[in-house]
């Protein structure tokens, strides 16, 4: 480790044990925020990658710089029967973190205070890695991506985050200034650092360029001192681009999988009309890989703060067939899951709620993360869907409860034939498999 390094995370270790982040109160739960619980479920990238629903129970996670638990207690939540072991280089972080998964009653749980560039010492070997918020501020990040790699199983995920340049260019401009004033020194203190970040931006003119891209007035409240200590004040924080991303997986020897948020990540989006792009563009994505779909999008509209992605390992098994790739005879062995966040008891109240009623039942209001507008069912689409809130089903169990829903075609009156049924189940499927809903798998 260089002086530099050391000094940086000396520096680092000396902000988070002062100010432990998360700043989440203890007794605060994530059992009801669905959307965090589908991002930090190990079963949605491996359904991305592999196409199998994942079973949770013995699986043993990692949180690489878990702060003070929060994100540790959604992994036990969102992750049911895994063991979940919890990393940080901030002693204080690491024991906010036990005490709030005692406060839970959380078992499984263990939390080391450890560089993740030190986690081989260990010993334990990882199903799934959750480094968020974290890689952006260690002084080598490919080090500690080498290191993580190494205690990831042959199947594993890693998920990890990095900050953008592009859109957090405002705040490296800002710290570059309030480091030369001597504001991010180890010996001021972080509050009196604050007091003079706030009383600067106050007193700057409106039309000061810093002041109108990297202020809001809310940073101006007591209560905002850890935004402004994480963006203005944020010792060791560095901006990555998209090609930066990709020279760190492949020196790391990993494979990218896919953008958490992969459905913000889309150029044609961009375009007033996507399917009918300027010339040459629809060639040019058609043949443009991931690498490059991702960095046209970051040049033409930054607005992501982190480059937040899903990764394997270089030699992890080859990807799962799509169901869009499946044939037929495919689809008459297929199982069908539904995913394991939508399972949750008050969910299944709710549509059935809407069954009875007869109204249509929004899946967006519980999971909106992989969808740009509303995804809906009818009362008919949810009542045959319901046995999946108790176990996988198959398709063709599926298609007959249609059947039985609707036994007479609506247009012609006339019988509804299994076929018809099947079609239109195999066609739901279809439609609520983009947004990983439902987890259609090939029966083993």
């Not at 432990?20 to 109160?25: A, E, L, S, T």
């Not at 650092?193 to 101006?220: R, S």
Request: aromatic residues 8%; negative net charge; hydrophobic residues 45%.
């Amino acid at each position: 480790m260089t002086p530099m390094s050391s000094s940086t995370l000396d520096q680092l270790r000396a902000q988070f044990d002062n100010a432990p982040y998360p700043r989440i109160p203890l007794d605060q739960s994530p059992l009801a925020d669905y959307d965090m619980q589908f991002v930090h479920s190990m079963v949605t990238p491996y359904y991305l990658r592999y196409r199998r629903a994942a079973d949770t129970v013995g699986k043993v996670i990692l949180d690489a710089g878990c702060g003070t638990g929060y994100k540790a207690h959604l992994l036990a939540i969102a992750n049911p029967g895994a063991t979940i072991i919890g990393v940080d280089l901030s002693e204080a972080s690491v024991k906010l973190a036990r005490q709030r998964l005692d406060y839970h009653q959380i078992p499984n749980t263990e939390f080391y205070t450890l560089l993740i560039e030190d986690l081989p010492s260990l010993g334990m070997h990882f199903d799934y890695i959750n480094c968020d918020e974290t890689l952006y501020l260690v002084p080598d990040p490919l080090a500690a991506l080498q290191a993580m790699t190494s205690v990831l199983k042959p199947d594993g995920i890693l998920r990890v985050n990095l900050h953008s340049a592009l859109q957090r260019h405002a705040f490296y401009r800002a710290q570059e200034l309030f480091r030369a004033i001597g504001l991010m020194k180890p010996e001021t203190s972080q509050s009196e650092a604050v007091q003079v970040v706030i009383n600067t931006m106050k007193a700057l003119k409106p039309d000061v360029v810093l002041k109108q891209h990297a202020w809001k007035p809310e940073y101006e409240r007591p209560e905002s001192d850890g935004s402004i200590l994480a963006n203005h004040l944020l010792v060791g924080d560095k901006g990555f681009t998209i090609p930066d991303v990709f020279d760190l997986l492949g020196a790391a020897n990993l494979e990218f999988l896919s953008m958490v948020n992969w459905r913000h990540w889309q150029v044609p989006d961009l375009f007033k009309d996507g399917d009918d792009l300027p010339a040459l563009w629809g060639m040019s994505l058609m043949a443009a890989d991931p690498p490059a779909q991702l960095r046209m999008y970051e040049l033409l509209h930054p607005v992501n703060r982190l480059m937040d992605f899903w990764c394997v390992r270089a030699d992890a098994d080859p990807p799962g067939s799509p169901v869009d790739a499946w044939d037929d005879e495919a689809w008459q062995e297929a199982r069908v899951h539904l995913h394991p966040v939508l399972r949750a008891a008050p969910i299944r109240e709710a549509a059935i709620a809407q069954i009875e009623t007869g109204q249509p039942f929004e899946l967006t209001r519980y999971i909106d993360l992989p969808a740009m507008g509303t995804v809906s069912l009818t009362a008919l689409e949810t009542a045959c869907l319901l046995p999946l809130w108790d176990g996988p089903q198959t398709v063709a169990a599926l298609a007959q409860r249609w059947q039985q829903i609707q036994p007479t075609d609506w247009a012609t009156l006339e019988p509804l034939s299994e076929n018809t049924a099947f079609a239109r189940v195999q066609n739901l499927l279809n439609r609520l498999d983009a947004f990983l809903y439902v987890l259609t798998e090939l029966d083993s």
